[in-house]
């Protein structure tokens, strides 16, 4: 990482749930405006790190920068100020479920910025409009698609245009081709906004369409095992796990 | 899956029983199969001297696993096998397989190929008396710790909305206003017309005894008003809308709904539970009051309908017999009802776990401690107005 001052930085992270380690010591940092992919096998803790990312689970040691400011280190009120930065899109979409689409992504915005209730209307059709739910402003979650859902939970994640965000597993339980379309959209919002983009997934085609760096949390050693770019890690990663793991378990040719 | 066995007598052995001979000879074990070994199959007695036989051997000696005329297999068959591999990887010996299947032996490869993973803390270790009774004791004091806590929050929460800025929907409120109060009328009118009748019934077998039929009057009003109207309607909307806002609560905590609303920045307290507790304690008064009205027409037509009373008598009755200072106390305990049914069904609500076995006890504990409490504050109650002489 050249860059002096990284977005996101996570030191020595480590991770509890009463004695049960999920990980430890994970330390790598976030370049601005990069799309960053956090990848492992089921249970390492992918999920966890992003809750801890994020301000949703206390680290039982370690910190997490943002611009060089401790997120952990501070209180829960600077820690609001920090988290409304962030846009996260959670594994299920999360909307809240006694709200229409339009109200779902309308309360960050309502919450947040002094527009008024026709400005932010329309505010909410484009970004619904951005991840194809142009019309759908008045359904309620429970009568649209899962991978509506999900594209509406996007919607909302978007609503202030946060400078960072965050995906939780994004391409689960989508078709191959909502899948890709939303692989471009991440990439549209890190080129056209700028947007630095963390996102949990083990998508193998998705990692190497979008990821511009990586890190592999190991359920095993229960800690990061490799650090850098899918396609250098594909082809000469010290760790043959890792290497299988992008290769799918196929034999990898030595490069 | 029935594969069957190259073997030439497949025919033949189509309907034979499954049989397993294990031999021990100079420290080797010759474990043999055959017959049909399909799901059902008893075979249970052979399969677990096969496993112990092959637990006997130590390292120099060898296993053979020799299938001869074997019929049709399903898991079954991979299951024991499967037993013999780990008993066999765990003193480090190897198997000779002789004949058995190649399906099989894939199957038993597969299976084994990734190791049980270690240090997932799920052993079957028995807990101990003392360690039960710590354990419990422990879970109580932190369940303590969490409803104080919770306690604090609502009224953080409390304390934010009387200054006007709390976080939260009207639109919220105003719902559930309606379906606690207005919906909840059908089945409150029910239940107190039925207690209503029910006490003047015991109390017209009594007091037709001495003439006095007239104070059916009074016990009915002042039982209704002073008591079972609020005890009553706190049960039936303990049951209808306090499991409603465990399920609620619960299903947004895995729904990820209420970590949205963190990360926003926006606490849960006040935008999900707020509106349910004002809600609550705003209707449940209302519903004591109409449930009192019921109640009391109940009682009144069991007087003039059962005990020949003057409608007008009854009611004048009634009048004099309840003062506005049992209203009041009627009034007040279901509104502490109120606060209490939403306090426990958010609570429970929001520390559910994140499945739907977990919503279902946070359901249930929802509606008992609701109802426990219901009952140890009215006997509390009681008490304080005893001692008062109200």
Same mark, same amino acid.
């Given at each position: 990482?050249?860059?002096?001052?990284?977005?996101?930085?996570?030191?020595?992270?480590?991770?509890?749930?009463?004695?049960?380690?999920?990980?430890?010591?994970?330390?790598?940092?976030?370049?601005?405006?990069?799309?960053?992919?956090?990848?492992?096998?089921?249970?390492?803790? @992918?999920?966890?790190?992003?809750?801890?990312?994020?301000?949703?689970?206390?680290?039982?040691?370690?910190?997490?920068?943002?611009?060089?400011?401790?997120?952990?280190?501070?209180?829960?009120?600077?820690?609001?100020?920090?988290?409304?930065?962030?846009?996260?899109?959670?594994?299920?979409?999360?909307?809240?479920?006694?709200?229409?689409?339009?109200?779902?992504?309308?309360?960050?915005?309502?919450?947040?910025?002094?527009?008024?209730?026709?400005?932010?209307?329309?505010?909410?059709?484009?970004?619904?409009?951005?991840?194809?739910?142009?019309?759908?402003?008045?359904?309620?979650?429970?009568?649209?698609s899962?991978?509506?859902? @999900?594209?509406?939970?996007?919607?909302?994640?978007?609503a202030?245009?946060?400078?960072?965000?965050?995906?939780?597993?994004?391409?689960?339980?989508?078709?191959?081709?909502?899948?890709?379309?939303?692989?471009?959209?991440?990439?549209?919002?890190?080129?056209?906004?700028?947007?630095?983009?963390?996102?949990?997934?083990?998508?193998?085609?998705?990692?190497?369409?979008?990821a511009?760096?990586?890190?592999?949390?190991?359920?095993?050693?229960?800690?990061?095992?490799?650090?850098?770019?899918?396609?250098?890690?594909?082809?000469?990663?010290?760790?043959?796990?890792?290497?299988?793991?992008?290769?799918?378990?196929?034999?990898?040719?030595?490069? | $899956?029935? =594969?069957?066995?190259?073997?030439? =007598?497949?025919?033949?052995v189509?309907?034979?029983?499954?049989?397993?001979?294990?031999?021990?000879?100079?420290?080797?074990?010759?474990?043999?199969? #055959?017959?049909?070994?399909?799901?059902?199959?008893?075979?249970?007695?052979?399969?677990?001297?096969?496993?112990?036989?092959?637990?006997?051997? #130590?390292?120099? /000696? =060898?296993?053979?696993?020799?299938?001869?005329?074997?019929?049709?297999?399903?898991?079954?068959?991979?299951?024991?096998?499967?037993?013999?591999?780990? *008993?066999?990887?765990?003193?480090?010996?190897? &198997?000779?397989?002789?004949?058995?299947?190649?399906?099989?032996?894939?199957?038993?490869?597969?299976? #084994?190929?990734?190791?049980?993973?270690?240090?997932?803390?799920?052993?079957?270790?028995?807990?101990?008396?003392?360690?039960?009774?710590?354990?419990?004791?422990?879970?109580?004091?932190?369940?303590?710790?969490?409803?104080?806590?919770?306690?604090?929050?609502?009224?953080?929460?409390?304390?934010?909305?009387?200054?006007?800025?709390a976080?939260?929907?009207?639109?919220?409120?105003?719902?559930?206003?309606?379906e606690?109060?207005?919906?909840?009328?059908?089945?409150? #009118?029910?239940?107190?017309?039925?207690? /209503?009748?029910?006490?003047?019934?015991?109390?017209?077998?009594?007091?037709?005894?001495?003439?006095?039929?007239?104070?059916?009057?009074?016990?009915?009003?002042?039982?209704?008003?002073? *008591? $079972?109207?609020?005890? $009553?309607?706190?049960?039936?909307?303990?049951?209808?809308?306090?499991?409603?806002?465990?399920?609620?609560?619960?299903?947004?905590? /895995?729904?990820?709904?209420?970590?949205?609303?963190?990360?926003?920045?926006?606490p849960?307290?006040?935008?999900?539970?707020?509106?349910r507790l004002?809600?609550?304690?705003? $209707?449940?008064?209302?519903l004591?009051?109409?449930?009192?009205?019921?109640?009391?027409?109940?009682?009144?037509l069991?007087? &003039?309908?059962?005990l020949?009373?003057?409608?007008?008598?009854?009611?004048?009755?009634?009048? *004099?017999?309840?003062?506005?200072?049992?209203?009041?106390?009627?009034?007040?305990?279901?509104?502490?009802?109120?606060?209490?049914?939403?306090?426990?069904?958010?609570?429970?609500?929001?520390?559910?776990?994140?499945?739907?076995?977990?919503?279902?006890?946070?359901?249930?504990?929802a509606?008992?401690?609701?109802?426990?409490?219901?009952?140890?504050?009215?006997?509390?109650?009681?008490?304080?107005?005893?001692?008062?002489?109200?």
């Open positions: 990482m050249g860059n002096p001052v990284p977005r996101i930085a996570v030191r020595n992270l480590t991770m509890r749930f009463g004695n049960y380690l999920v990980q430890r010591d994970v330390s790598f940092e976030v370049a601005p405006g990069s799309v960053f992919v956090i990848m492992g096998d089921s249970g390492c803790g @992918k999920s966890t790190l992003l809750r801890h990312m994020v301000g949703l689970v206390h680290p039982a040691a370690g910190d997490v920068l943002y611009d060089g400011e401790s997120f952990w280190d501070t209180d829960d009120e600077r820690r609001t100020v920090m988290s409304r930065r962030f846009g996260i899109l959670f594994q299920s979409g999360a909307l809240w479920s006694s709200m229409s689409l339009a109200e779902n992504v309308a309360l960050p915005l309502a919450q947040y910025t002094t527009l008024s209730p026709r400005e932010i209307d329309e505010l909410v059709s484009l970004k619904l409009a951005l991840v194809g739910l142009r019309g759908f402003e008045e359904y309620f979650p429970s009568e649209i899962g991978g509506m859902r @999900k594209r509406a939970g996007l919607a909302r994640a978007m202030l245009d946060p400078d960072i965000l965050f995906f939780d597993e994004p391409s689960a339980g989508l078709d191959p081709l909502s899948s890709r379309r939303l692989d471009e959209l991440i990439l549209e919002l890190r080129d056209s906004l700028g947007t630095t983009v963390v996102v949990v997934t083990h998508e193998l085609a998705s990692i190497f369409a979008i511009d760096d990586s890190i592999f949390l190991d359920a095993e050693q229960r800690t990061l095992i490799a650090h850098g770019p899918p396609l250098s890690l594909l082809r000469d990663c010290p760790q043959a796990k890792v290497r299988s793991f992008l290769a799918r378990g196929e034999p990898v040719s030595a490069a | $899956m029935a =594969h069957r066995a190259s073997s030439v =007598h497949v025919d033949a189509e309907d034979a029983l499954p049989e397993v001979r294990a031999e021990r000879s100079d420290g080797n074990v010759r474990v043999a199969i #055959s017959g049909t070994w399909k799901r059902g199959a008893a075979v249970q007695r052979g399969v677990d001297d096969a496993v112990q036989a092959v637990s006997t051997v #130590s390292p120099p /000696g =060898h296993i053979e696993v020799i299938a001869a005329n074997l019929g049709a297999w399903d898991s079954t068959l991979v299951a024991f096998l499967l037993r013999l591999q780990s *008993e066999a990887t765990r003193i480090g010996v190897s &198997i000779e397989w002789q004949g058995v299947p190649e399906g099989v032996r894939r199957l038993v490869a597969l299976a #084994s190929a990734v190791p049980e993973r270690s240090g997932t803390g799920r052993g079957g270790e028995s807990i101990g008396f003392l360690a039960q009774v710590g354990t419990f004791a422990l879970a109580a004091a932190e369940e303590g710790r969490r409803s104080v806590l919770f306690l604090g929050q609502v009224t953080l929460a409390l304390a934010a909305f009387v200054r006007g800025r976080i939260y929907r009207r639109e919220d409120l105003i719902r559930t206003i309606q606690t109060g207005a919906q909840a009328l059908p089945i409150v #009118s029910t239940i107190t017309l039925l207690i /209503g009748l029910i006490l003047a019934f015991i109390g017209a077998i009594q007091l037709a005894q001495f003439g006095a039929a007239i104070y059916v009057a009074d016990l009915v009003g002042l039982a209704l008003t002073r *008591e $079972m109207a609020a005890v $009553m309607t706190a049960i039936v909307v303990a049951g209808r809308t306090g499991a409603a806002f465990a399920a609620q609560l619960g299903t947004m905590q /895995g729904n990820e709904e209420i970590d949205a609303l963190t990360t926003l920045g926006v849960a307290v006040e935008f999900l539970v707020l509106p004002l809600a609550l304690a705003l $209707m449940m008064p209302l004591y009051v109409y449930g009192c009205f019921i109640g009391l027409f109940g009682g009144y069991v007087g &003039i309908g059962l020949d009373l003057g409608s007008q008598a009854y009611i004048d009755r009634t009048v *004099e017999a309840v003062g506005v200072a049992d209203f009041a106390i009627g009034f007040v305990k279901s509104a502490v009802f109120g606060a209490v049914v939403a306090f426990a069904g958010c609570q429970r609500g929001m520390e559910a776990g994140r499945s739907a076995a977990a919503v279902g006890q946070a359901t249930t504990s509606v008992v401690s609701s109802i426990v409490g219901i009952i140890v504050i009215d006997a509390l109650f009681s008490v304080v107005l005893n001692i008062l002489g109200i």
